[in-house]
């Protein structure tokens, strides 16, 4: 399960049951580094370059005013413009195919892709429900978009039908506690 919202999260399930390690710690893709560079993106959580300072929908958002400063002229061309550059504002255009904001989304979700097609390579993970709110915004047009990245960092010809979106609310994470508590009660 990987969640794609304001920050980055993923759980691996084994036959429902959440994989947390001998620590119970398990799950924290989104604080893995991927640049120590100074100019790295900063993190929700204080650090400098962290997979879900490129990839959450924050990220995305840091991300293109970034690219905005750099490239004025592109980003006005953008149906960015006039816009004021919220994660919302960046789902809209993205779905619409702006090239621009595709360009920069493809950017911000090179540090995911590469953690993923980790997890497919180390321990063959082969079905992957995305959850979250910039997810959800940005739906399968995304995940496409992040198979074939994934397929850039790891080649696997399963990736275009490895990825499923969640049901389209905000309450997979509640309904997915619920159930757990449940589950657990009844074991
Ligand atoms: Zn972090």
Known sequence: MVSIGSGIGAKLFLNSVPVLGVSFDAGELGHVKWSSLPDAPMCDCGEIGHIGAYASGRGAASLVQAQANKDPLGFA????????????????????????????????????????????????????IVIGGFALAVGTTYTSLLARKCN??????????????????????LVGAGRYGEDRRNA
């Open 77 to 128: 061309a953008s149906r960015l413009a006039g816009t004021a550059i919220h994660t919302m504002d960046i789902a809209q255009a993205f779905i619409k195919g702006d090239p621009w904001t595709t360009n920069c989304v493809e950017a911000s979700i090179i540090p995911l892709a590469a953690g993923l097609a980790a997890t497919r390579s180390i321990v063959g993970v082969e079905r992957y």
């Open 152 to 173: 850039e960092h790891y080649n696997w010809p399963g990736w275009n039908t490895a990825f499923e979106m969640s049901y389209a609310d905000d309450d997979n994470g």
